[in-house]
């Protein structure tokens, strides 16, 4: 943002904290036909959390810039706060999902690549499996890999073969409380406090790779560099929106709280029939 604006203050975090104008297009894209617009509030993960009215009004400004739009779409931190996107929806008057489908469907999705690897993997944790994306990967864990033990946010972490790392905020496990094994991580912040020991492989579990057909300005690879994990590989999040417009679905896939796995499968097959696939990306 701090590029596009041409305002330093925004990456040094010196700016006031009602700057709505600060709002920025970060790229332009399109895929499958639909056309969209990625937008930057210059808010960082506490100031979301502590000052939701803000937020709110930040993504009211975003909608406004991006204006005329049909379907829109939240990431990271924004995606947990006003409602969960409730707010944002009854503001605007648009169908407004918070990518915690698509998230979900990645996590799902790289753990079940691993476990293919690994014939003797038994257990698996699943650290913040009450919340919303936790939940639901459990779940789908649990129905799609038989032969393994899903468990939820055990004491002892170390007791398991993988941990799947799915707190709406990072920061909250010890890089000691496991020191070998396999972490997928969706937090974001990541899930260790600190950086991760050498015998512990941690794996992004919201990355998809560009399918064939995505279009971006000259601004794309920048923005998929930053938020991304490469030049052709971007957050499961921002897929949302555009899977919704491309097969004619008028409501969010996700909103709220509530996840339920059969809109988390039905995300995927949509997304699955347009080429994205999560990918093993190491962290």
């Not at 489908?101 to 009450?130: F, H, S």
Request: glycine share 12%.
């Amino acid at each position: 943002m701090a590029v596009r604006t041409f305002r330093p203050a925004v990456a040094l975090g010196v700016r006031r904290a009602d700057a709505l104008g600060d709002v920025a297009v970060l790229t332009r894209l399109s895929f499958a036909g639909i056309d969209g617009l990625v937008i930057g509030v210059p808010m960082l993960p506490a100031e979301l959390l502590a000052d939701q009215a803000l937020a709110l009004s930040a993504m009211e400004r975003a909608v406004q810039e991006a204006a005329p739009v049909e379907f829109v779409g939240l990431g990271s931190v924004l995606s947990v706060v006003a409602g969960r996107g409730t707010a944002l929806q009854q503001a605007c008057g648009l169908p407004v999902t918070t990518g915690n489908a698509a998230t979900a469907w990645a996590a799902t999705g790289v753990v079940k690549q691993l476990a293919a690897r690994r014939p003797e993997l038994r257990r698996i944790a699943v650290l913040g499996g009450r919340g919303t994306v936790g939940r639901a990967v459990a779940t789908l864990l649990d129905e799609d890999l038989r032969r393994v033990e899903i468990v939820v946010d055990p004491q002892d972490v170390r007791t398991c073969d993988m941990v799947v790392g799915a707190h709406t905020t990072g920061g909250t496990l010890s890089p000691s409380a496991y020191p070998e094994g396999v972490l997928v991580d969706v937090a974001l912040p990541p899930t260790f406090s600190g950086a991760a020991l050498p015998g512990c492989a941690v794996y992004a579990g919201e990355s998809v790779r560009l399918p064939a057909g995505w279009r971006r300005d000259g601004w794309g690879g920048l923005f998929h560099l930053v938020a991304g994990y490469g030049w052709n590989s971007v957050y499961a999040c921002l897929l949302e929106p555009l899977v919704a417009l491309a097969v004619g679905r008028a409501t969010p896939w996700a909103q709220g709280k509530r996840l339920e796995a059969r809109d988390v499968r039905a995300f995927g097959e949509a997304a699955e029939k347009l080429g994205l696939r999560p990918e093993l990306v190491r962290k």
